[in-house]
């Protein structure tokens, strides 16, 4: 079957610095992105969504980069804080599906 | 406004009985959309209910069953419960189309099978 992975289930970065999370995906009818945040006992949380018609997006403190040629999707945090410490999960979603198919999940830990 | 809250948090059962669990989404969400989470399988879809009508289902054997009522609460149902049916069962609430209508996930079921 077809599924969304991530390319490292764990990543430790510097407070302050910028992180990167990548996840690859195969479904190439996908047209639609997320990006969750997990923090210990609860759910998912979004952070921000790219549709395939776009290569990049910009939140507060995050970017969202898509590349369709290599199917490749990233999540840029700026000067990472502490409580960007959780596990990020990727999701892709075909046209009219109502679902999403999630990633392994990375797990990121800021070091003070 | 409150968000999508899930009963009971925790549960432990044993093998053979059967489960239910219910989701009260957001205010205003019409779309309910249940999945299981494990260590080993991560985040799975299970099923996607919009005006009490499953719109979706994942690829769970029928033991694994859910309802959406009027007021667009939903239960689940875990039927002839398994050990590998241990697992967060997570409900996310959504205006009327998700993912694209941003889903909102509640806390989460923590199910212990013994």
């Known amino acids: 079957g077809e599924s969304v992975g991530l390319h490292l289930p764990t990543l430790s970065v510097q407070e302050g610095d910028n992180s990167i999370i990548n996840c690859a995906y195969s479904?190439?009818?996908?047209?639609?992105f997320i990006w969750y945040k997990q923090e210990s006992g609860k759910g998912p949380q979004f952070i921000i969504d790219?549709?395939?018609?776009?290569d990049k997006r910009q939140g507060q403190r995050v970017t969202v980069l898509l590349n369709k040629t290599v199917k490749h999707l990233s999540l840029q945090i700026a000067a990472t804080q502490p409580g960007d410490s959780a596990v990020y999960f990727c999701?892709?979603?075909?046209?009219?599906?109502?679902?999403?198919?999630f990633g392994a999940g990375t797990t990121v830990t800021v070091r003070a | 406004k409150a968000g999508v809250t899930q009963t009971p948090r925790y549960l432990i059962k044993t093998r053979g009985q059967q489960v239910t669990l219910s989701c009260s989404p957001i205010?205003?969400?019409?779309?309910v959309s249940w999945y299981q989470q494990t260590p080993g399988q991560g985040l799975q879809f299970l099923f996607e209910?919009?005006?009490?009508?499953?719109?979706n289902k994942g690829n769970f054997p029928g033991r694994f069953s859910g309802r959406q009522f009027s007021n667009s609460r939903s239960e689940m149902n875990v039927s002839t419960l398994e050990l590998g049916d241990s697992a967060l069962y997570l409900c996310?609430?959504?205006?009327?189309?998700?993912?694209?209508?941003?889903?909102?996930f509640g806390p989460g079921t923590r199910l212990t099978v013994l």
């Open positions: 479904n190439s009818a996908s047209d639609y």
């Open positions: 999701a892709e979603a075909p046209p009219n599906d109502y679902k999403l198919s």
């Open positions: 209910y919009f005006s009490e009508t499953q719109r």
């Open positions: 205010s205003g969400h019409r779309s």
């Open positions: 790219i549709r395939s018609n776009m």
């Open positions: 996310a609430s959504s205006l009327s189309s998700p993912p694209t209508d941003t889903q909102y």
